[in-house]
């Protein structure tokens, strides 16, 4: 409950440097792991931060109103977001956490089930392109394209499955 209010306050701040002072203070009171939380979400909040801030950089250089302030307002919010989460998912017991609802526990099993099981799918699949030596080749728009392709197609699948589980255990989905 406390981390959604924090994440709520967060995402009101608008000024870059309060909000960098945050990342730093939690920084500072996440202890031992605060170098490999920092990574995690450094590395998850990447992908967002350089595809809206690149676009944005390009839409406001074409209309001549690009601003600094936004674009660090907008890095140091995500930043600060995930690294509050993973902060989070660090610090407790995900199963205790939920062990006060059946559902919850049942929704919480289900989830890192299908997370495991995409996982050793995706191990499975990288060891298959290093036995067949496709990691050293440059890899075509086609293969990817299917790759992820197969990668979706097995989460709905897995997501269809669950939801039927669900349904038969009655939780109502």
């Given at each position: 409950m406390l981390l959604c209010v924090f994440l709520t306050l967060v995402s009101f701040l608008t000024n870059w440097q309060i909000l960098s002072a945050i990342l730093v203070a939690i920084f500072i009171f996440t202890g031992k792991k605060r170098f490999k939380i920092l990574k995690f979400s450094f590395l998850a909040t990447s992908f967002f931060t350089l595809t809206v801030l690149i676009s944005y950089a390009l839409y406001s250089y074409f209309l001549a109103t690009f601003s600094l302030n936004y674009f660090l307002h907008t890095f140091f919010r995500t930043l600060t977001m995930s690294y509050a989460v993973f902060w989070f998912i660090a610090s407790c017991n995900l199963y205790k956490a939920f062990s006060f609802s059946k559902d919850f526990s049942f929704l919480l099993a289900l989830t890192m089930s299908k997370i495991l099981?995409?996982?050793?799918?995706?191990?499975?699949?990288?060891?298959?392109?290093?036995?067949?030596?496709?990691?050293?080749?440059?890899?075509?728009?086609?293969?990817?394209?299917?790759?992820?392709?197969?990668?979706?197609?097995?989460?709905?699948?897995?997501?269809?499955?669950?939801?039927?589980?669900?349904?038969?255990?009655?939780?109502?989905?």
């Amino acid at each position: 409950m406390l981390l959604c209010v924090f994440l709520t306050l967060v995402s009101f701040l608008t000024n870059w440097q309060i909000l960098s002072a945050i990342l730093v203070a939690i920084f500072i009171f996440t202890g031992k792991k605060r170098f490999k939380i920092l990574k995690f979400s450094f590395l998850a909040t990447s992908f967002f931060t350089l595809t809206v801030l690149i676009s944005y950089a390009l839409y406001s250089y074409f209309l001549a109103t690009f601003s600094l302030n936004y674009f660090l307002h907008t890095f140091f919010r995500t930043l600060t977001m995930s690294y509050a989460v993973f902060w989070f998912i660090a610090s407790c017991n995900l199963y205790k956490a939920f062990s006060f609802s059946k559902d919850f526990s049942f929704l919480l099993a289900l989830t890192m089930s299908k997370i495991l099981r995409l996982q050793k799918l995706y191990f499975e699949f990288l060891e298959v392109l290093k036995a067949r030596g496709a990691l050293n080749n440059r890899l075509s728009y086609e293969f990817l394209g299917s790759t992820i392709t197969m990668f979706l197609t097995k989460a709905l699948h897995d997501g269809i499955e669950n939801a039927e589980a669900m349904k038969m255990r009655g939780l109502d989905v």
